[in-house]
């Protein structure tokens, strides 16, 4: 079957979410990720399938050091903290859709470690998985909180 890949550059510069200045802001960019995933499935109806660590951005405004590690300022309080919005990126494996949910995906797809459950038991045929429905978006939204629990564990703190 005949596939095309299409390169995309968008205006908006990104850095990859674990650079998150502090917690408000790490879950500030968690939730544009879930905006824009249900932008992407709603809304253009394509169906993000690759969620992980490194599809999953905080969008700044120029690729310079003191946007991607800003200072904090002084003049401001505990209250303030940078709102970069977060993005998700890597569409290569989405998939299109018409809604009438004819866009079952046969194959196992995305980023090991941020897989949903029931789609690894589907791969090795584990009888509590039950009969194959396809990726979802629900699996998704489960791999957003794979996601957010891998980060969280595995991060010291913001830099």
């Given at each position: 079957?005949?596939?095309?890949?299409?390169?995309?550059a968008f205006?908006?510069?990104?850095i990859?979410?674990?650079?998150?200045s502090?917690?408000?802001?790490f879950f500030?960019?968690?939730?544009?990720?879930?905006?824009?995933?249900?932008?992407?499935y709603?809304?253009?109806?394509?169906?993000?399938c690759?969620?992980?660590?490194?599809?999953t951005?905080l969008q700044?405004?120029?690729?310079?050091?003191?946007?991607?590690?800003p200072?904090?300022?002084?003049?401001k309080?505990?209250k303030w903290y940078?709102?970069?919005?977060g993005m998700?990126?890597?569409?290569?494996?989405?998939k299109?859709?018409?809604?009438?949910?004819?866009h079952?995906?046969?194959?196992l797809q995305?980023?090991?470690?941020f897989?949903?459950?029931?789609?690894m038991?589907?791969?090795?045929?584990l009888?509590?998985?039950?009969?194959?429905?396809g990726h979802?978006?629900?699996?998704?939204?489960?791999?957003?909180m794979?996601?957010?629990?891998?980060?969280?564990?595995?991060?010291d703190g913001?830099?």
């Amino acid at each position: 079957k005949d596939c095309q890949h299409l390169r995309v550059a968008f205006l908006e510069c990104g850095i990859g979410i674990a650079w998150f200045s502090c917690a408000r802001e790490f879950f500030n960019a968690v939730m544009g990720i879930v905006v824009g995933h249900f932008n992407g499935y709603v809304c253009r109806k394509v169906h993000q399938c690759d969620i992980s660590d490194t599809n999953t951005w905080l969008q700044i405004l120029k690729p310079k050091p003191e946007f991607v590690i800003p200072d904090w300022p002084e003049d401001k309080d505990l209250k303030w903290y940078p709102k970069w919005m977060g993005m998700l990126g890597d569409w290569g494996y989405g998939k299109d859709f018409d809604g009438s949910g004819s866009h079952l995906i046969q194959v196992l797809q995305g980023t090991f470690p941020f897989q949903a459950i029931q789609i690894m038991a589907w791969e090795v045929e584990l009888p509590w998985a039950g009969p194959f429905t396809g990726h979802s978006i629900q699996h998704d939204l489960e791999v957003i909180m794979w996601l957010v629990w891998v980060l969280c564990i595995n991060l010291d703190g913001p830099f």
